[in-house]
């Protein structure tokens, strides 16, 4: 029997309709699935759609850039150097729970087609690895204020080299430097993926205007 990440549940418009639409949103270092659950009721989605959002808790684990300290982590970052050298082990072992999560909502009924995977700094590493990597077509892959860390251990998925990729970064983030959102989007542009790229004029975190725009793309991938 498959042991699933706990997970906060946000459900837009349960009674609408039978549910065939989800977003698995991971969130950053040191945080938890609430991060973004008051997101949900922001993000202005459409009334005719009904959409589950799962927000899984990462397991706790120490992390080596703070000194050893045991905290929700899906992944132990080694060095802080631009590069970020990280435990690729422990991000594969995440991709991992993330697609169990996945199996789970197909097998509520939700077609792969009609999953979106986002994450936000960490979960955002996370959300490149098991996206670029899923051997069924996806809705979407939304990255926010992260980095491609595992780009030479994907194992790309020729079934989601057309799946819409949306991009986003702070312009003033000091944890994670915009140039790791740019090579990001240049990476996979050269591969031929379809990407939208969009900064704000902030540090590492999100903002209502961006807010907004992420509900339009849902809307659009989810449609």
Not at 96 to 102: M, P, R, V
Not at 178 to 191: H, I, P, R, T, Y
């Amino acid at each position: 029997m498959t042991d699933y990440l706990d997970a906060v549940i946000v459900e837009h418009n349960p009674s609408q309709k039978t549910i065939n639409r989800a977003v698995i949103w991971l969130h950053g270092l040191g945080a938890s699935g609430h991060d973004f659950e008051p997101v949900v009721p922001q993000l202005g989605l459409a009334d005719d759609m009904a959409v589950r959002f799962i927000f899984p808790h990462a397991p706790k684990r120490a992390v080596t850039v703070n000194g050893g300290m045991v905290m929700p982590a899906w992944y132990d970052i080694l060095e802080m150097s631009l590069e970020r050298k990280i435990d690729v082990a422990q991000i594969e072992e995440s991709a991992q729970q993330i697609n169990d999560l996945i199996s789970r909502e197909v097998e509520r009924g939700v077609s792969p087609e009609h999953i979106v995977i986002a994450g936000f700094s960490q979960g955002g590493a996370v959300a490149y690895h098991v996206a670029l990597g899923y051997p069924k077509r996806l809705a979407g892959l939304m990255t926010l204020s992260t980095y491609l860390a595992t780009n030479d251990n994907i194992n790309y998925s020729a079934a989601n080299k057309d799946m819409p990729i949306l991009i986003e970064h702070g312009s003033h983030d000091p944890v994670v430097p915009v140039v790791l959102g740019e090579q990001a989007q240049q990476l996979l542009s050269d591969k031929g993926y379809n990407v939208a790229y969009h900064t704000y004029p902030m540090a590492h975190q999100v903002c209502m205007p961006q807010i907004q725009a992420i509900g339009t793309w849902l809307n659009a991938v989810l449609a």
